[in-house]
């Protein structure tokens, strides 16, 4: 018998990428929970290939999950949901500028809004929940360090602190009312279908127009770059094929992190020019004069999911190559 599966954010661009993963590999029927902000869109749904053979199995429902659901009258949220087996909650305010802006917003949708969605999949007594969260609720990558499951949390930013509380109530849901919750942790994702105010689309944006890439360094009293900042890069369809993997193999009560390959920003911009065909300038400025709340590096340890059996399907390389190439052709995406 076919599963059904909910996910939050699915007009979002991992959420979208998660959505094409599952209905490609399984025969599950999948329901969306969206409210549609300015970072959810609902073509990136229907520009997914073969969508109109795999629509049939596809639900949406139009949800500000800020505000509770019925979970009292549970007939109704069945008749809304069916009876799902599975509840992955990836919708939140996830852009650190705008959590400097408005802090209360992020308090609102990712730890109200993560509450709420607890709430509804206890109601549902679904299986599983993934909750998926961020590298950023762990503070920076020091000296090379890669950041284990289980490492204290500093987060840096209202962004990261809303995560890190929503990672805290999953756990106190496991906890306290034994609810299937795991939690996963991952960085930088990319891939075609990305909001273009992030780096990849941004950068690719920038080249196209041919204006300078802007890096952010860290420079010393006579201006000379002392640092680069550097980053995990994941391509979405990993990270969707690593929340599939753990849906099946993935423990209730566990932490594990989603990650890529780790490279410089400044290398970042010089592969997407690579692949675009043109040569970048780069225009190094002082990270900590431009970027509040931000971090110089972040990292990820992915041993313990690797450990558990579960590879990227895609290398870094190939990727990014295949996203550029793609976004070239469909340049209404960085618009």
């Given at each position: 018998m076919s599963k059904h599966l909910i996910i939050t954010g699915g007009a979002g661009f991992i959420g979208h990428h998660t959505i094409e993963h599952i209905l490609k590999n399984t025969d599950w029927c999948v329901t969306t929970i969206d409210r549609l902000t300015y970072a959810g869109d609902l073509n990136r749904l229907t520009?997914?290939?073969?969508?109109?053979?795999?629509?049939?199995?596809?639900?949406?429902?139009?949800?500000d999950f800020r505000a509770s659901l019925p979970?009292?009258?549970?007939?109704?949220?069945?008749?809304?949901?069916?009876?799902?087996?599975?509840?992955?909650?990836?919708?939140?305010?996830?852009?650190?500028?705008?959590?400097?802006?408005?802090?209360?917003?992020?308090?609102?949708?990712?730890?109200?809004g993560t509450v709420n969605m607890l709430n509804l999949g206890r109601a549902l007594g679904v299986?599983?929940?993934?909750?998926?969260?961020?590298?950023?609720?762990?503070?920076?990558?020091?000296?090379?360090?890669?950041?284990?499951?289980?490492?204290?949390?500093?987060?840096?930013?209202?962004?990261?602190?809303?995560?890190?509380?929503?990672?805290?109530?999953?756990?106190?849901?496991?906890?306290?009312?034994?609810?299937?919750?795991l939690v996963t942790n991952t960085m930088n994702n990319f891939g075609e279908r990305q909001d273009p105010e992030k780096f990849v689309p941004k950068t690719l944006k920038a080249l196209i127009k041919r204006e300078p890439v802007t890096i952010h360094v860290k420079k010393d009293e006579n201006g000379v770059v002392t640092d680069v900042s550097s980053r995990c890069w994941l391509h979405a369809r990993n990270h969707a094929d690593a929340l599939l993997f753990l849906l099946e193999k993935g423990e209730a009560g566990e932490h594990y992190n989603?990650?890529?390959?780790?490279?410089?920003?400044?290398?970042?911009?010089?592969?997407?020019?690579?692949?675009?065909?043109?040569?970048?300038?780069l225009l190094f400025e002082d990270f900590h004069s431009f970027r509040r709340g931000h971090d110089m590096h972040y990292g990820l340890d992915g041993s313990k999911l690797s450990a558990?059996?579960?590879?990227?399907?895609?290398?870094?390389?190939?990727?990014?190559?295949?996203?550029?190439?793609?976004?070239?052709?469909?340049?209404e995406w960085l618009l």
């Open positions: 520009d997914i290939e073969d969508f109109e053979r795999h629509s049939r199995r596809l639900k949406f429902v139009y949800h979970i009292m009258r549970l007939e109704r949220s069945i008749r809304a949901f069916g009876k799902p087996a599975y509840f992955i909650h990836m919708g939140a305010e996830s852009h650190v500028d705008r959590s400097i802006e408005d802090p209360l917003l992020f308090a609102e949708s990712n730890v109200i299986e599983k929940f993934i909750y998926v969260s961020t590298d950023e609720v762990y503070g920076p990558s020091v000296n090379g360090h890669l950041h284990a499951e289980g490492e204290p949390h500093k987060p840096g930013n209202p962004y990261s602190a809303s995560k890190s509380a929503g990672e805290a109530f999953c756990h106190a849901y496991y906890n306290t009312y034994g609810f299937p919750v989603v990650t890529g390959e780790r490279l410089s920003v400044a290398d970042m911009a010089s592969l997407i020019g690579a692949y675009a065909g043109i040569q970048p300038e558990l059996g579960w590879k990227p399907k895609f290398s870094l390389e190939k990727s990014l190559r295949r996203t550029i190439e793609w976004t070239l052709e469909h340049k």
